[in-house]
């Protein structure tokens, strides 16, 4: 009779602790995670829409316009008088302005 009751008891538990386990992830999915993945998105087509001309800020704080798009990288020029160009990647674009 003990013994059943045991089985029983313990039985609940691991299923309320999964129960409980699978609430804290998903808690922590809506807290953390998909606001995360929403501004990456949001970042993705900013970048893709930058076209040559559009001025820029990096995430190390340069100010440019760029140049030239490639693939993979941006070509900005960031010294109006100069002409000085310097090629970044495209995830280090920070903001448009």
Same mark, same amino acid.
């Given at each position: 009779?003990?013994?059943?009751?045991?089985?029983?008891?313990?039985?609940?538990?691991?299923?309320?602790?999964?129960?409980?386990?699978?609430?804290?992830?998903?808690?922590?999915?809506?807290?953390?995670?998909?606001?995360?993945?929403?501004?990456? +998105?949001?970042?993705? &087509?900013?970048?893709?829409?930058? /076209?040559?001309?559009?001025?820029?800020? $990096? @995430?190390?704080? =340069?100010?440019?316009?760029? +140049?030239?798009?490639? &693939?993979?990288?941006?070509?900005? /020029?960031?010294?109006?008088?100069?002409? $000085? @160009?310097?090629? =970044?990647?495209?995830?280090?674009?920070?903001?448009?302005?």
């Amino acid at each position: 009779m003990i013994l059943a009751v045991t089985e029983q008891t313990v039985g609940r538990s691991v299923g309320t602790e999964m129960l409980i386990m699978l609430f804290l992830f998903l808690g922590m999915w809506f807290i953390l995670i998909a606001p995360q993945r929403k501004k990456q +998105k949001k970042h993705e &087509a900013m970048v893709n829409a930058l /076209k040559p001309g559009d001025k820029i800020l $990096t @995430t190390a704080g =340069i100010f440019g316009e760029i +140049k030239a798009i490639q &693939a993979d990288r941006f070509e900005i /020029k960031v010294d109006g008088h100069t002409n $000085t @160009t310097i090629e =970044i990647h495209r995830s280090f674009i920070s903001t448009k302005l």
